[in-house]
Every structure is written in structure tokens, then in C-alpha cells.
């Protein structure tokens, strides 16, 4: 069985493809830099990860697909899962040996058309999930902190909504679960990390808290204690709108 390492990038997954047809070689999978590979391997060849490979596969996959399509083939990317780089290589080796003007994107008898619009679509409703369950905690430094851990690397694509609506105030949104996040401030966004011990529901510590902040804390978890009907409580209904991996990241669910 013949595989391609390559630096796990999306640059690097492009100029993968580069090689494949350069080489007129397919690898049947695509290893991480230090992922060790099955016994049945037999070859491994490794990309070099090159901006202008990148470019023209990107440009031609472009000239194949609609708008709709390239961002499923982004989406499916950034649902950071071991398959997808696979099958993200395949369902574009398929679109260019297509005939010329046909697209692939609608053939969803093809299971690697069809993983990889369930995929995006999985990707795309976990953004729209935490636009809208996503908390931030002003901190005594006057910036508002959010701490998530999403199933997928979605933490680009939710920036805009935040540009947009907190362009006036400096604020981190953070993953947890793959240690980074972006730091904006006067319309500048840069990309950081934590150090040091943090907690895994990513609640700051009451000496990082502004004073308000404590205040309207303790208020909200009131308000939704008096607001909560015990007797008529459903929880299978509450964690299918409110999925529970998303609890400990909530100060209300605190």
C-alpha cells in the first residue's frame, strides 16, 4: 500500500494532490508527520508542502466546482478528523478525472460525496451551534474571554459574528481542546495561546474576574433558578437543543 505524509496543512493536502498526478501514483492514505504506518504499507512518500502546487490545484478544483463546493471541501477540512484528509484527497482526484464541465457534488450515490457533505454539514451546525452558546467573562483587565472546546477547528469561522458584533471591545476566543485561540482588539485579530494550568471548563478564577462581572454571574444563574419550573423539567429535550458537551463551558450551567 503505497502513502503520502504530508504536514497535515491544507497547503500541504493540495500539494499532495500535486504529487499524486505528478507521479502518477495515488496513495490509498495520508499519514500525519509522526504517524506511524499500518504494516500492509509498502511505500511512503512524503510532500513537500509547496504555496505554488497548492495554487494550481486550488485553481483548477475552482474552474470545477461552485461556491457551494469549495466551502464543503473546506468545511470538511476543518472538522480536524483522521478520515477526512483522505477522503478530502479522493473526492478531488474524482473531480478532475470527471469529464470537463461536470461536477461531482451532486452524485451523492458516491459515498465520498456523500461523507463529504455530511461532514461540512456537521462542521457548519457546530458553528451555528456556539455563535449562539458561546459565553464570554469580562475579566479585570476590561477583555471579555470565551472558552470553548468544539468537536471541529471551527474557531476561524466564528470570528467574523464577533468582529461584527464586539468590534468595540478586545476579546479571546479560545479552544480548549486544541490549545489556541485569537485575541481582537481595535479590529485586529492575532492568533495566541495560554499558558501555564487552566481549567478544563475554562471558567476564570475569581481574582481574574472584573467585580461587575461577579455580580452579573451570580444574577443570571438566579434568574434561571427562578425561572426553571422543577416539576416540568425535561432533560432529554433541554440536552438535544442544548447538547451537554457544551455545559461546562456555560456560566449558567455552572
Known sequence: ??????????????SAVFDAYSRKKFPELLLAPEEIPPLTTTEIHTVATSRSKADRVFTGLCKRLTREGKNTVLLTFLADEAETPTLIFRYICKQFNAPQGVSIEGDFFDKDVLAIDRTAKRVNAEVCHLLGFARFQKTAEDIYFSAIAPRHNILSLM??????????HPWILYDLRRSFGFYHKDGKISEMSLTG?????????????AEDEKIFQTIWRQYLRAATIMERANLRLQARCLPRRFWPHMIEMQ
Request: hydrophobic content about 45%; overall charge negative; cysteine-free.
Open 1 to 14: 500500500m503505497l502513502a503520502f505524509r504530508y504536514d497535515t496543512t491544507f497547503e500541504g493536502l493540495l
Open 159 to 168: 470570528l467574523p459574528h464577533f468582529i461584527d458584533r464586539f468590534s468595540g
Open 197 to 209: 494550568e487552566f481549567p478544563d471548563s475554562g471558567m476564570l478564577p475569581d481574582h481574574l474576574l
